[in-house]
């Protein structure tokens, strides 16, 4: 069974400043995507960034990129020039080709100081 | 585009009663939907998935005659949760995709039983 692992529970940063997030995951197939949700306090899930396995190249979004790095099995999550709108739960989640379901992390909460 | 609504937003139920959440794609058509709970400061979990016209598939470990589930239409599922006790209390969140697209997510439906 795939599992995601997101080895930090909370992150805080500074306005303005970087902040990555970690996501790891485990999986024996080779064709799959990956995703990054964000949940406000509001708890309506957002989806960020997604990133097709069998594209090498890193997704971006604005201020977010990931840095997919697949035979590590490792999936982070950049935020730049931070903004206290993006203080949030952050889930990373991972889909097989040959599925619909959605495999999610425990998420991280991410708090953005003034 | 890719709007989810979910009805109410807010329920409170006395124990022993059911309640009914609805979940509609505004604008697309949903081929499948899924529901999931999540508890305060945890992450989603997948309860069922449906299709249209056809019987949901439920998770292990989700009852299904307690969580009746609905998708009588291409823009419209229902969940219902049958005599509800407080242990049932969470929030309820459905997602919709159509074909060859990813999940969008509702904004969510908070369930109180007293």
């Known amino acids: 069974a795939q599992t995601v692992t997101q080895s930090q529970p909370e992150m805080s940063v500074q306005e303005a400043e970087t902040v990555t997030l970690s996501c790891t995951y485990d999986t024996s197939e080779s064709d799959y995507y990956l995703f990054w949700y964000k949940q406000p306090p509001s708890r309506q899930m957002i989806l960020v960034i997604r990133?097709?396995?069998?594209?090498?190249q890193n997704a971006t979004e604005n201020r977010f990129s990931v840095n997919f790095q697949k035979a590590a099995k490792s999936f982070s999550l950049k935020i730049s020039d931070s903004q206290l709108g993006d203080a949030a739960m952050y889930f990373c989640?991972?889909?097989?080709?040959?599925?619909?379901?959605?495999?999610f992390g425990k998420g991280t909460k991410l708090t953005v100081n003034p | 585009g890719a709007v989810v609504s979910q009805h109410p937003s807010w329920v409170i139920c006395k124990s022993g009663t059911s309640v009914k959440i609805e979940c509609r794609s505004l604008d697309f058509q949903a081929t499948t939907m899924f529901w999931y709970r999540q508890f305060p400061k945890q992450s989603l979990m997948l309860m069922a998935t449906s299709n249209e016209g056809s019987k949901a598939t439920y998770e292990q470990g989700v009852e299904k005659d307690k969580f009746l589930i609905n998708h009588a239409s291409l823009t419209l599922s229902t969940l219902t949760v049958t005599s509800a006790h407080p242990e049932d209390s969470s929030f309820y969140i459905c997602?919709?995709?159509?074909?060859?697209?990813?999940?969008?997510f509702g904004p969510g439906t908070r369930l109180t039983v007293t």
């Open positions: 989640a991972y889909r097989s080709r040959r599925s619909e379901k959605l495999v």
């Open positions: 990133q097709e396995a069998y594209k090498q």
């Open positions: 997602s919709a995709r159509a074909v060859l697209s990813e999940q969008y």
